[in-house]
């Protein structure tokens, strides 16, 4: 069982890469970390250090951390993907750059702590931040997130464990996140809500 880390141990997991968790410090500051089940020492050259999912959820308690694979855009701020229906309208080469580099970091992050290394398969992170990692799968490959005044996909929470509802605007735009969803290691199927007749996908990630 892991036990609190102290405040400099926490100035450690709160100065972890975003996305891939991984760790820096002197080898004494490592190993006390991996001791409180905290972080895990790759078994492949060059042996980095890297938040384990207890770590993850450390550092998701503290305020100042966010909770989904951020990037740090060249303009400052925290990069987030877009859900879709937000307030906040974002396009253009810079968003383009900052979405690629946090689904670069995703895969590296699957690479790093699923068991076998897979990249076609998501990881623990995602199953325990469903809408994010969603959203940023479709965003990442170039589908546009609903804004204010324009339509897209919407990423929602369900009650359904590991599950999340996709919504696009017509039946080719939901087909073709399926499709992204898919080959990003989800599985996606196209359900009518009963009341509203509206089609919408329920996508969960891929465990094999």
Known sequence: ??????AAQRRLIDAADPVTG????TEA????LVERGLAFRH?????DHFLTPTGHRVREAVPEVAAEPVVQPAGG???????GGDDEEAAGPSRAREVHSAWQGLLELRRMTNPDGAVDRPCSWERTHLVRAAALALEAAGHRPAGRDTDGYRVRATPQPE??????PDGEALRACAG?????????GEY?????RVRYLLASPRRA
Not at 29 to 32: G, I, K
Not at 163 to 168: F, M
């Open 192 to 196: 009518t809500e009963p009341r509203t």
């Open 29 to 32: 500051q490592l190993a006390a």
């Open 22 to 25: 991984r760790l820096k410090g």
């Open 43 to 47: 078994p492949r050259p060059p042996h």
């Open 180 to 188: 992204t969803l898919e080959r990003a290691g989800w599985q996606a």
């Open 1 to 6: 069982m892991s036990r609190s880390p102290t």
């Open 163 to 168: 599950a999340v509802a996709v919504y696009a």
């Open 77 to 83: 701020g925290v990069f987030a993907a877009r859900v």
